[in-house]
């Protein structure tokens, strides 16, 4: 396959057999993950073995260097199972970035800085040329809650929000208060789901704080309130989602 770079940032291609048409639709989402392998070079040689049926748009390199392997207008193999605000083909509907970085089993260490000036400058490129609105810059872990933990609660969401990539606001303070956890239930718990649902995490409205619940809080905390990733509904991750429903634009 002849691929031509989408996009000038982009140092080299490496094909990747891994891809197929987008059915009729146009990405409208930014999705990021992390490899979560024990290097760079393994990454690339399973985002382009055919048998491993796995890809992504681009992969972002610990020096910052990046390397396309689908073409932008191609669905790339990337999110899997999950949904955001009633999409459940995610990789019909976006651009996925994989960034080199050894993840929670590696223990989870800082993002070099250059490899975040790099996702920055390559996400607002993206966005910029398909209008994907900061909202829809999302965690693999937003849209699959119960099966993924990437990028982490180590990447720097809010300073990508800063640089105009991504829908972010500043984490309410820990403190003390009520919280719901699992087992709980009745209206409060379903008024939580009812905004969670609305932000765009993929979570029945039944007021009862279930396993499915417990694993969008945990996701939201690891986007938004990194302090501290736990599952537990505090009013630090009440008031911060809350926050961030009033700083949506109106017709998002």
Known sequence: MTLTPDTPLARRVAPSPNHGPRQGTRPDMLILHYT???SGVAA???????????????????????????????????????????????????????????GHAGGLPPYPEA????????????????????????AHSDIAPERKEDPGETFPWLRLAEAGLGHCVPAAPLRDGRFFARGDSGQPVE??????????????????????????????????????????????????????LAALPPAA
């Open 44 to 102: 690339l040689a399973r985002l382009r073995d055919p048998l491993g049926e796995v890809s992504a748009h681009y992969l972002v390199f610990e020096d910052g260097g990046i390397v396309q392997l689908v073409p932008e207008a191609a669905r790339a193999w990337h999110a899997g199972a999950g949904a955001w605000k009633g999409v459940t083909d995610v990789n019909s509907r976006s651009i996925g970035i994989e960034i080199v970085h050894p």
């Open 115 to 138: 490899q975040i000036a790099a996702v920055i400058a390559l996400g607002r490129d993206i966005a910029e040329r398909w209008g994907i609105p900061p909202e829809r810059v999302l």
């Open 191 to 244: 008024a939580l789901q009812a905004m969670f649902a609305l932000y765009g995490y993929d979570v029945p409205v039944t007021g009862t704080f279930d396993t499915r619940t417990g694993a969008v809080v945990t996701a939201f905390q690891r986007h938004f309130r990194q302090a501290r990733v736990d599952g537990v509904a505090d009013s630090s991750t009440i008031t911060t989602l809350r926050d961030l």
């Open 36 to 38: 979560g392998m024990e």
